[in-house]
């Protein structure tokens, strides 16, 4: 499908992202596209934002009259702080990766987990929450996933981070069916798993690789990266190789931004194939 972009208007509806960087982001190319397919006089742009200069550029943004901005790292849980309305999921999640400008306040609210829990519906029909989940990392990407899958009723989740500090401090505030695992049981916490989900940034281009026998994973479990680039990480290949179901982290990114794009622009668009090859391309 080819889209092409109208000329703006002194009407036109602005949104964003804010973040520290935001260069390597799929995003405005994401919203570029549906701004383009549904013809709609708008923009979606990067902003790059320090963390010391993230209250002020929050301020001018609200009183610069735009629609929005998504959040990505480092500012996902700073910025709940900065809001002056927080929805009851970017509070129990504990970050934001949508903030609401209307008459010169903020609200934030997360779609993550619903992009998290959607991608998993569309990619593993199949899954059920019948048996423990293994999440890795313990992050702002970790407590949305966390979130959407005790909201599935999975009966145990097992949780684990390189860092067991922070992972028993989102175990205390989340709560629920939680076992907090050392990072060097990572292994064997995969027995009996029916599901893997990794938030960390290992794996990811130009991070150092997530070292993970799959020895103990049950072969009929689903995994999850929330990695995108690659998207074909080693640890789906790995998952693959034993005949388990693999779930890239793209559509995660995909579904997550459609709630998003309906507040700020109103159509709620569609996440095909189509648009996931235009978002993973260079050109």
Not at 260 to 283: E, K, Q, S, Y
């Amino acid at each position: 499908m080819t889209v092409s972009a109208r000329p703006l208007t002194g009407k036109a509806r602005v949104a964003g992202l804010i973040g520290w960087p935001v260069s390597h982001s799929r995003s405005p190319r994401l919203h570029g596209y549906w701004l383009a397919e549904h013809g709609i006089d708008g923009a979606y742009v990067p902003l790059p934002v320090q963390p010391e200069n993230l209250e002020r550029a929050l301020r001018g943004l609200t009183a610069a009259g735009l629609a929005g901005v998504n959040v990505t790292i480092p500012h996902k849980q700073s910025v709940l702080a900065l809001c002056d309305k927080v929805d009851d999921v970017a509070r129990r999640i504990g970050a934001a990766n949508v903030l609401i400008f209307e008459d010169g306040r903020i609200g934030a609210t997360n779609t993550d987990s619903y992009g998290f829990m959607e991608n998993l519906k569309a990619a593993a029909p199949a899954w059920s929450a019948t048996a423990p989940a293994v999440l890795l990392g313990a992050g702002g990407g970790a407590r949305a996933v966390a979130v959407g899958l005790l909201d599935a009723g999975v009966p145990e989740l097992r949780l684990i981070n390189r860092s067991r500090a922070r992972a028993e401090q989102l175990a205390a505030d989340i709560g629920g069916p939680i076992t907090v695992v050392a990072w060097e049981e990572r292994s064997t916490a995969l027995a009996g798993a029916g599901l893997l989900a990794n938030s960390t940034s290992l794996g990811m281009s130009g991070q150092p690789p997530l070292e993970l026998p799959l020895d103990d994973l049950p072969g009929t479990a689903v995994v999850c990266d929330l990695v995108y680039s690659p998207l074909e990480t080693a640890l789906l290949k790995a998952a693959r190789a034993r005949g388990a179901v693999g779930v890239d982290g793209l559509g995660m990114l995909l579904h997550q931004a459609r709630p998003c794009f309906a507040v700020w622009f109103g159509p709620d668009p569609a996440v095909t194939d189509t648009l996931r090859r235009f978002v993973l391309a260079d050109d």
